[in-house]
């Protein structure tokens, strides 16, 4: 395994690459003295591959106790077990999958923006990734992960499509935010128009509106929506207007290592409004916490719970 052009990539990332690769057989031994000059070129890196293995031994442990999966506890038991599989899950396939296929990606609580060579721009949240796939007849990018604000360079002899969610976002000239959620993707229009293609229908979007759409669904009716307060994740703030608290809670993930699971999928239905600081998510989900009345559990640094 080779570490040239991984760079400018997120420590976390390599470091998931490389305990995935190593957990798959004994590497080679030209991949073995790559991995160790890998850890050895960065302090940051020797870090990021202890935090992944860290999270394995704790994900491995995570056994309920007689104690605590007696009574009335075993629902919190179960769900938490759960949570420790999903989490295996996610530290196995969904973060190396992206890792593959991304030829832009952002690190938790990081931002980049990109000129790409047409110049158009894109400005990436945190954690968010993007693939390129830009030919003659057409330039298109496939939103992998998190969320994304687009400036698009004119040229009528190659539209500009963004695939998102199983749906594609076609410029007219404009600026544009997609963010991934949990069931789909939302697209709000910045500068001038869009066309949303979803779920067999199409939708033209125009400035200071915004769409949302499931997966294989059709485009929501657009909604007036206050521009700055949707892409406010540039300044680094986040406001959260009467959404699910499960959307919240993605937000914050860009910013903070880990995962914060719902142990019950009502909790994570409530509506949650706020404006919070990306700089210091867990003092947004303190927050989240005392508004709902929910409380917190720390399984590690890496896996909270939140619960009534």
Not at 51 to 58: E, K, N, P, Q, S
Not at 78 to 90: N, P, Q, S
Not at 238 to 264: K, N, Q, T
Request: contains cysteine; proline residues 4%.
């Amino acid at each position: 395994m080779q570490d040239e052009g991984k760079g400018k990539q997120d420590a976390r990332e390599q470091a998931i690459a490389w305990w995935v690769a190593r957990r798959a057989g004994p590497l080679a031994p030209q991949e073995e003295a790559a991995f160790h000059d890998w850890l050895a070129r960065d302090p940051a890196h020797a870090a990021a591959f202890a935090d992944i293995a860290g999270m394995v031994r704790h994900v491995r442990g995570m056994t309920p106790s007689p104690r605590v999966a007696a009574g009335r506890f075993r629902p919190v038991a179960a769900a938490l077990a759960a949570a420790a599989a999903a989490l295996a899950l996610w530290i196995g396939f969904d973060d190396l999958s992206i890792l593959l296929r991304a030829d832009r990606a952002t690190g938790v609580g990081e931002t980049r923006s990109v000129t790409l060579d047409d110049g158009s721009r894109i400005h990436l949240d945190a954690r968010s990734a993007i693939a390129l796939r830009y030919g003659d007849a057409e330039r298109r990018v496939v939103l992998l992960r998190g969320e994304a604000l687009f400036e698009v360079a004119s040229d009528r002899a190659r539209p500009f499509v963004v695939e998102a969610a199983e749906g594609t976002v076609a410029a007219r000239g404009t600026a544009f935010d997609i963010a991934l959620t949990g069931a789909g993707a939302r697209v709000t229009v910045t500068e001038h128009a869009v066309e949303v293609a979803s779920g067999g229908g199409a939708l033209l979007l125009g400035e200071g509106r915004q769409t949302s759409y499931a997966r294989a669904g059709a485009a929501e009716a657009p909604r007036s929506v206050d521009v700055d307060a949707a892409t406010a994740w540039r300044r680094g703030k986040l406001i959260i207007e009467d959404a699910p608290l499960s959307e919240a809670l993605a937000a914050l993930a860009r910013h903070r290592r880990g995962y914060v699971f719902c142990l019950r999928p009502k909790d994570c239905a409530r509506r949650v409004t706020g404006v919070f600081g990306a700089g210091d998510p867990l003092r947004a989900l303190r927050e989240i916490e005392a508004s709902l009345g929910l409380t917190a559990t720390f399984l590690t640094d890496y896996l909270i719970v939140l619960h009534r």
